[in-house]
Structure formats: structure tokens, C-alpha cells
């Protein structure tokens, strides 16, 4: 067990719709991650907040969009979905925001787009 | 910005066999350097990480990894292979002063019995 908490573990929904994926990061950690896992692009990394404002950007769409409570968890929104968005989302968390500080992921969420 | 290549998308290998599997990197100094492991159905577990030092490390469930700035290669390895080893392998490159990891495009490995 990480300590870090994905819901909803799985999530099917159809194209256009908006979906919310929810991280609860480990105890202490102040840093999280976003990730989706495709079977042709593999792990792309998605966005970062640290301690409540966002600290890097990836292959993030426009589509998508991130935030940390100030209870340090975190929520990633996907927007008017489309075929191509369905994949495993994982969240990571560490305790800084460095890369010297190792990540700890969740199970994910496995989003299906009918 | 720095890239990772795992060359081997597969690998079967027999239970008790040794193992390494390769990873290179491209960074311009010595990076930060990880092996994850993924079991199906689940998120991706660190086995061990090099940040500087002893070029060898040794991680959890038996594994080790050896740095080669030479090669610009950071392979693991496990003496003998167990059955519940098969899972997916990533090796992933971060750089000091920077906050994001780049991850290979994973290796699976399948033991034979």
C-alpha cells in the first residue's frame, strides 16, 4: 500500500461528458502528480501542484485541468471527452518537489469512454 | 531535456534464470535515476533509485541496478527470476532543479516455469 488514494477506481462514461478524478495523497507528502497511461503513448506526465499552486506542466490538453485543496488533495477534471481520452489516470505524491524525491503512486483510475 | 530507452518491450525469462533488463538515458550530467515496478491492475511501486555514490544499488525484492555514466545506462538485475516477478518495468530520469520524471516506455516480464 503507497498511501496514496485514487477514486473512483473505475469510471465509464461517454464522449462529451465532463468527469472528475480525486487523488488523496500520502500523509505529510505536498507534492502531486498527474500521469495517463495509454497503451501507445505509455506514461505521459500530466501536471504537478506543490502545496497548493501548480508547479509543472506536461502533456496536458486544454480539455484537462488540475487543482490541490489546501487539504492537499487533488482533483484532475477531463472535459468534453473523446475516445482517445480513455486510459488509466494515476496520481503520485512526494514529500518535496524536486526529482530527487521519489514519487508513490496510486492504483489509478481506469477511464472508459463509450 | 532528458529521454529514457528501455530497447526491450518484452522479455520471457525462466523462473530461477537471471535477469537484467536495460535502460538508457540521454542528460547531460548525472541525472536522477529509478526502476518502477507494475503489477497488473495496480500503480507503479519504486524498487530503488541512484542519486550519486556507489554505482550499484540494491532495492527491494532482490533487485539491483548499476549506473554506467560511460554507457549512460542504469540496467537492473535480479540473480534469479521468481514467478511473481512478471509485472511491467519502467525506468524513469529526473534532473536536479528540475520537479518531473521521464518515464521509459516500460518493459513487461514474462517468467516461463
Known amino acids: 500500500d503507497s498511501g496514496v488514494t485514487q477514486t473512483p477506481k473505475h469510471l465509464i462514461t461517454a464522449t462529451g461528458q465532463r468527469v472528475t478524478l480525486r487523488c488523496s495523497p500520502r500523509?505529510?507528502?505536498?507534492?502531486v502528480y498527474w500521469y495517463q497511461q495509454s497503451l501507445d503513448q505509455g506514461l505521459q506526465f500530466l501536471i504537478q501542484?506543490?502545496?497548493?499552486?501548480?508547479?509543472a506542466k506536461g502533456n496536458i490538453l486544454e480539455r484537462f485541468s488540475a487543482q490541490q485543496f489546501p487539504d492537499l488533495h487533488s482533483e484532475l477534471n477531463l472535459s468534453s471527452l473523446e475516445l482517445g481520452d480513455s486510459a488509466l489516470y494515476f496520481c503520485?505524491?512526494?514529500?518535496?518537489?524536486?526529482?530527487?524525491?521519489?514519487?508513490?503512486f496510486g492504483d489509478g483510475t481506469r477511464l472508459s469512454i463509450l | 531535456a532528458q529521454s529514457v530507452t528501455q530497447p526491450d518491450t518484452h522479455i520471457t525469462v525462466s523462473e530461477g534464470a537471471s535477469l537484467e533488463l536495460r535502460c538508457n538515458y540521454s542528460?547531460?550530467?548525472?541525472?536522477?535515476l529509478f526502476w518502477y515496478v507494475q503489477s497488473p491492475g495496480q500503480g507503479l511501486q519504486l524498487l530503488l533509485k541512484?542519486?550519486?555514490?556507489?554505482?550499484l544499488v540494491q532495492g527491494i525484492k532482490g533487485f539491483e541496478a548499476e549506473f554506467k555514466r560511460s554507457q549512460s545506462s542504469f540496467n537492473l538485475r535480479k540473480p534469479s527470476v521468481h514467478w511473481s516477478d512478471a509485472a511491467e518495468y519502467f525506468c524513469?530520469?529526473?534532473?536536479?532543479?528540475?520537479?518531473?520524471?521521464?518515464f521509459g516506455k516500460g518493459t513487461m516480464l514474462l517468467v516461463s516455469p
Open positions: 503520485a505524491s512526494s514529500d518535496g518537489q524536486g526529482t530527487n524525491q521519489p514519487q508513490h
Open positions: 500523509s505529510g507528502d505536498l507534492s
Open positions: 501542484y506543490y502545496n497548493g499552486e501548480e508547479r
Open positions: 542528460y547531460g550530467a548525472t541525472p536522477y
Open positions: 541512484y542519486f550519486s555514490g556507489d554505482t
Open positions: 524513469a530520469v529526473g534532473a536536479p532543479g528540475y520537479s518531473t520524471l521521464t
